[in-house]
């Protein structure tokens, strides 16, 4: 074949692949992934050498760029591919110079200053660059976490975000935190909240919108390497009042290059966790294979990733369940005493309390016990455990079956030297599935994960100083999650009356018995079952590059349109919870848990579920920006820029949302959904709506936000030679993406989503399983709960300002100090905002909007401040050697840690909305030291013994952290509020023991809490005991065998949680519920684990 029927078949590739991605990639927001390299070219004098040449090329593509020196003898040359290059600098009258072995990293700047030696053009002189340390000419603070360390360090799972929490200012976030539902895990970034994050492939946004956690977690194979950006990034980046979390994936190069692996991991090689009884069975295999290379050598490649994920995964799940005589009603042999509520009356000393005679024999008679209630206590297990002291008497160990399959295909074109195309597709796809806490799967999940992510690509150079990339892509996310008994019509088998009968809400009902554990299905995250969620991101940007004398100028626009529908109901369509007020001694007082009440079938709190069908919202998101880096002089860079954030209100397409007016007590319908409601729901003339409200034309009720500018300054100055000590400072503001939980969900509101609630006297029983659920559609709707905006919603933003010194200590060494402040303004959080006073006798009378229940209410009020102070230490490739140690000593407040959900007993809604700074104190993810360590090490090749001695590496991670705080709750509901189980204890004391005397049965003073009085919100604050610290070390042994020039075989094994520490989760935090109060029952990641892998790489 010739090479201009080569050339016409590459170039007719090209094209096939673009218009294939066409078709299922719109557009995607880009943020830059390539990198910079700059200097200063001078002669042997130090005068600097304008009009020199500078060419700069990739030394595995091929790829050039030319350009010459400025009147300063200054030289930038902008949006490079990440990977190593060759600078040759040549000037009449001087001796070429090429600099070899340069490495661009991820988004970084790389100073290359050149020194030019007298002599002819003809002569070469070749270096080798020092490796950048150092950032020289950027205020930014983060970190790269490179290829070596990517493929070397050992990683639980190959799960590449473990990494990012090896960075100064960032940690793991607390166990139960819900940012991310496609995987659970999730980074905080110099003290902002997780869901702030903006995680990027090859710039293209790779966020899941209603969580803001990450969709896809490529393969560790498919990753060239990753940068943590946690403050002070230019104005090119938006949508991250947290941090950046960029990945670039693998390109093909001009050799052919790719591995095949599995990775092992078996029950046979783990320890026992504290709690276990034995070692759970568990099998994982993580398997796939990689290939990149050339197809038209100088100008076409591509890079190909497959990975699958298969585990069986044994858990111990210890419960509190009845035995078989309390389940018949048979308390004689409880150290309680339980109550008839049948006999309650008004006290004769003090008639406004009532009180109750007891059971004779502490046995409720048989007649008594509500047949369905005896219906559902078929359910329950018999207890098969029993250990003194320990009120756990069950347990059960199901297995968890996760199977995951990812792909990632990637294609880089250059067309000519001013012209090039890249394009990549990212796929996965997995399940999950949990058979929850007893037998049966009756409290068990599966969860459907589905994401893509895409990008088109095409850069111009116009010439030297002018260059464009204009970018399309696409990212796309359906979640489904379901409970385990979808399509069981478990209420009618109950008995259970007026359960609506919608299939995808169909399953056994939600119950909640004080101090046993209960039938609510498992949650994955903290989710609501069924969960569907499916997102389509269209996103499109264009980004000008232009340089012009001692400045550099960055400017673009990108646009993004959001389209997603929603669905999500109850588990059962039913729920009851019961809490033993009706059979305590006196109104009021409660019984030590609430197993007699539901024997009785007398709920406090009973409520069901009905969905017309899902909402489909849609928005669009404008920002622009220009960002200018000035060399101002030839020691100080200053940086500094302008962006724009705007976006519309999100607008459900048929206006199916409902509004919410407090001043004047209404709902508010849009006049376009009038239709749909005689219609479709049936509720005609709509004056039949049980509820005041009112027909407006706004077909939205969310503000939106259309008016956001952040300006983003700083420098960094070089003290001392050309990088040797740099001061970097900057300030900016910096915008983060509401989670879609919260704006986008108007929809979850009679009528469309109907949720009626019926609340029981504090005192007397007057709410019965047996009533069920209203069958009139008119009636279901009375008392429905509903959600509402702030009028003010706004987005939040964070205020970051930093000062560092960056010091290289030699040519592979540096030290970073640096102190970094954070201060969240206008975060989102959720409070009651149809609250009713404390206080005795029915509460809907007491609401502001009686005819409505609960209305969950979204604010942009909440303020947080982060203080902290930033220690790293790196070293790269000395003598085989790599490692980087980072300390963070912190500080960060908050009134909430995050947009819903964040577990260890801080609940998602202030605890009285009529005063928020009750709940400012410790954010949940604080920690107020923590120090880690990572190292990967070429163990020295002896010559003689080679064959047997050589090829070793060890590579390990140690981390070292203080606990998270915790929130001491007591979910009883004596406010009788309508929100009562938010409340928190009293507190008489400070309840932090010393170490010395801290015990999984009694990790904190319990004596230093109690339940508050009725009708009174509790004294203690939020986030006030210090809970468990964390160690761990992990560690890799890698031995590389060579086959072939070019080809090697690998072994490696790793330990996870080397030496077998135990960390404990936080203990139980509810003082309502004595059983668990103050005692540890489960821990923090796993015991150690050992994995073994098999490698092939070429």
Known sequence: MTMKATRSVSTIASILVMLALSLVVPMVRAQATEGVILGTVRDATGAVVPGASITVTHMKTGLSREVTTNERGDYVVPHLPIGTYEIAVQHAGFRKKIVSNVELAIGEKVRVDVTL??????????????????????????????????????????????????????????????????????????????????????????????????????????????????????????????????????????????????????????????????????????????????????????????????????????SVVPDPAQLRGDFSRAPYVIYDPATSRPDPANPNRIIRDPFPGNIIPPERISPISARIARFYPTPNRSVPGDPFNYVFEPSIATNEDQFHIRVDRRFSEKDTFFSRVSRFKGRRTDPGYFPGNITGNFWDRHGINAVLSYTRVFNPYLLNEFRLGYNFVNLQVFQSTVGQDFSTQLGIPGV?????????????????????????????????????????????????????????????????????????????????????????????????????????????????????????????????????????????????????????????????????????????????????????????????????????????????????FGFAYRLIGIDRLVLRAGYGIFFGMTSGNGRNNLGVNPPWWINPNRLGHPQIPDVRLSDGLPTNLVDFLRFAFGQAIDPDFQYPYSQKFSLGLQYRVNRNFAVEASYLGNLGRKLPLLAEGN???????????????????????????????????????????????????????????????????????????????????????????????????????????????????????????????????????????????????????????????????????????????????????????????????????????????????GHRLQFRAEFFNLFNNVNFAPPGFDVSNPVTFGRISSTVGEARQVQFALKYLF
């Not at 669905?567 to 409660?590: I, L, N, W």
């Open 500 to 712: 609506p009968r919608e299939p995808l809400n169909f399953g056994f009902p939600a119950i909640s018995i004080r101090g046993f554990t209960g039938f609510s299905v498992v949650r994955p995250q903290g989710v609501p079952l069924p969960f569907l969620r499916k997102n389509h991101l269209y996103q499109l940007t264009n980004t000008t590059t232009y340089t012009i004398g001692a400045h550099t100028v960055k400017f673009g626009i990108n646009i993004e349109r959001y389209h997603q529908a929603g669905f999500f109901g109850s588990a059962g369509a039913f729920s009851a919870s019961f809490d033993g007020r009706y059979t305590g001694p006196v109104g009021g007082q409660a019984a030590p848990n609430g197993l007699a009440d539901f024997l009785l079938g007398f709920p406090f709190f009973m409520t069901g579920q009905m969905n017309f069908d899902a909402t489909r919202m849609e928005t669009t998101r404008v920002e622009a920006f220009v960002a200018d880096d000035w060399k101002a002089t030839p020691r100080l860079t200053v940086n500094w820029g302008l962006r724009y954030e705007g976006q519309t209100p999100f607008k459900e397409i048929y206006a199916r949302v409902t509004g919410t007016d407090f001043r004047t007590r209404e709902a508010l319908i849009p006049r376009k959904a009038v239709p749909y409601i005689e219609n479709v729901i049936g509720i005609r003339p709509i004056n039949l709506l049980p509820f005041p409200f009112r027909i407006v034309d706004d077909e939205t009720f969310d503000p939106g936000d259309m008016v956001n500018f952040a300006p983003r």
């Open 117 to 318: 030696e007298p002599g002819e053009l003809v002569e070469e002189l070749t270096v080798t660059a020092s490796i950048p340390l150092v950032k020289t000419d950027s205020p930014e603070v983060g970190q790269i976490m490179d290829e070596r360390r990517v493929a070397n360090l050992p990683l639980l799972g190959r799960q590449y975000l473990q990494l990012a929490s090896l960075v100064a200012g960032a940690n793991p976030n607390n166990a139960n935190d819900r940012r991310n539902l496609f995987d659970g895990v999730t980074v905080v970034l110099a003290g902002s909240r997780s869901e702030l994050n903006n995680y990027l492939i090859d710039g293209i946004s790779n966020n899941e919108q209603f969580s803001n956690g990450f969709v896809i977690s490529p393969s560790v194979d498919a990753i060239q390497e990753f940068k943590v950006q946690v403050s002070q990034y230019s104005a090119e980046y938006g949508r991250a009042g947290g941090g950046i979390v960029q990945i670039a994936i693998k390109s093909g190069t001009n050799e052919f290059h790719g591995t095949a692996y599995e990775f092992l991991r078996n029950d046979a090689l783990n320890a026992r966790r504290f709690f276990d009884r034995n070692v759970q069975p568990f099998k994982g295999n993580q398997f796939g294979f990689s290939l990149g290379g050339p197809i038209h050598r100088n100008r076409m490649f591509f890079f190909g990733n497959y990975e699958g994920n298969r585990i069986r995964q044994g858990e111990t799940r210890l």
């Open 835 to 1045: 609250i009713a006073e404390p206080g005795p006798g029915p509460i809907q009378p007491r609401r502001l909007i009686p005819e409505r229940s609960g209305i969950t209410t979204f604010y942009s009020v909440d303020n947080s401040a982060y203080h902290g102070f930033h220690l790293e230490v790196r070293q790269e490739a000395y003598r085989g050697l790599s490692f980087m140690a980072a300390f963070t000593w912190s500080k960060v407040i908050s009134l909430k840690s995050a947009f819903g959900d964040t577990g260890f007993g801080e609940s998602s809604l202030v605890m009285n909305p009529r005063n928020f700074r009750l709940d400012r104190g410790l954010a949940a993810f604080d920690t107020r030291r923590r120090l880690t360590l990572n190292i990967v090490y070429d163990l020295p090749n002896p010559v003689r013994w080679r064959p047997i001695f050589g090829g070793w590496q060890i590579s390990g991670i140690v981390a070292l952290q203080d606990g998270f705080p915790f929130t001491i709750r007591a979910t009883r509901d004596v406010l009788n509020n309508g929100r009562g189980y938010l409340n928190r204890a009293d507190r008489l004391a400070d309840g932090n023991l010393p170490a010395s005397q801290q015990r999984p049965e009694r990790f904190f003073d319990t004596s230093a809490f109690r339940e508050p009085d009725l009708y009174r919100f509790g004294t203690a604050g939020q986030n006030i005991i210090i809970g468990p610290g964390f160690k761990k070390v992990d560690l890799a042994l890698l031995k590389n065998i060579n086959i072939s020039e």
